[in-house]
């Protein structure tokens, strides 16, 4: 990912969403490291924001969720923005950005059978035109003649 990290702090954006505590300061490799509690795991340092780069993530120790990234995931993961939203929150323009594509799990596959929601609904609509078209006069007629030639 590739967001300028510049333009934003990573630090005080995930502060002002998440809430979180800053509890060590530490320079690794000579990056500046801010540990705090994860907004997502909790914990008290497991969470890592790294300004200079702009990045965050979870996983001190083994412990923690996992997650990392930058402030534009963190704006989708958390804060639940849109791509738009969470662009125009950091300031940047539209278009600036190369978006990657969700993983494989959340692309549509046309093979695989619409979501049992899809499903109930699509029944439901077939009942429903299947009454409706029963109700018309003709098929009315046609279905008495059709009872009296069985
Ligand atoms: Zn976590």
């Not at 978006?99 to 899809?118: C, L």
Request: charged letters at 25%.
């Amino acid at each position: 990912m590739s967001v300028e990290s510049s333009r934003y702090d990573i630090r005080s954006l995930i502060e002002r969403y998440a809430g979180i505590k800053v509890v060590n300061v530490a320079m690794v490799h000579g990056v500046k490291e801010y540990h705090s509690n994860c907004p997502w795991c909790g914990g008290t340092d497991r969470f890592i924001t790294r300004p200079e780069t702009g990045r965050y993530s979870c996983a001190v120790r083994s412990t923690g969720c996992g997650r990392y990234g930058d402030g534009f995931d963190f704006l989708i993961e958390y804060a639940l923005l849109s791509r738009q939203e969470a662009l125009k929150e950091l300031g940047i323009e539209d278009g600036t950005r190369t978006f990657v594509p969700p993983p494989p799990s959340h692309q549509y596959d046309k093979n695989a059978p619409p979501s049992p929601k899809w499903q109930e609904s699509g029944w439901l609509l077939v009942e429903y035109a299947e009454k409706a078209l029963w109700n018309t006069p003709k098929a009315r007629r046609c279905s008495t003649i059709c009872a009296l030639a069985a």
